[in-house]
Nanobody, 123 residues
Framework: QVQLVESGGGLVQAGGSLRLSCATSLRTFSVYTLGWFRQAPGQERDFVAG???????YAGDSVKGRFTISRDNAKNTVYLQMNTLKPEDTAVYYC?????????????????WGQGTQVTVSS
């Protein structure tokens, strides 16, 4: 059974930073594209950032220049460094894994999901 476990969420003031981690039990972690999504109350789950098996990162427009995704294949872990946080970044953040060889941004392109971690940014 594949597990993805997020950590690192919490409460931070606007302008601050957080680093999310997602540890996985994927046996062939290095071949997966990893992604981060977020969902605020009453809203749809939105793509935040992704990183391919070739270590190519890509991000949604709302976080470009502020958030950075990275991966450590030796630790089967993906990270999301979030800087200059804004109140509108408040959401539950989920990591996910996709077998796609492109740059998937839709949630239905991801087969495996974590349980999520809450990020709250106060103004």
């Amino acid at each position: 059974q594949v597990q993805l476990v997020e950590s690192g969420g919490g409460l931070v003031q606007a302008g601050g930073s957080l680093r999310l981690s997602c540890a996985t039990s994927l046996r062939t972690f290095s071949v997966y594209t990893l992604g981060w999504f977020r969902q605020a109350p009453g809203q749809e789950r939105d793509f935040v950032a992704g990183i391919t098996c070739s270590n190519i990162g890509y991000a949604g427009d709302s976080v470009k220049g502020r958030f950075t995704i990275s991966r450590d294949n030796a630790k089967n872990t993906v990270y999301l460094q979030m800087n200059t946080l804004k109140p509108e970044d408040t959401a539950v953040y989920y990591c996910a894994a996709s077998a796609s060889t492109s740059t998937p941004t839709r949630s239905d392109e991801y087969a495996y999901w974590g349980q999520g971690t809450q990020v709250t940014v106060s103004s």
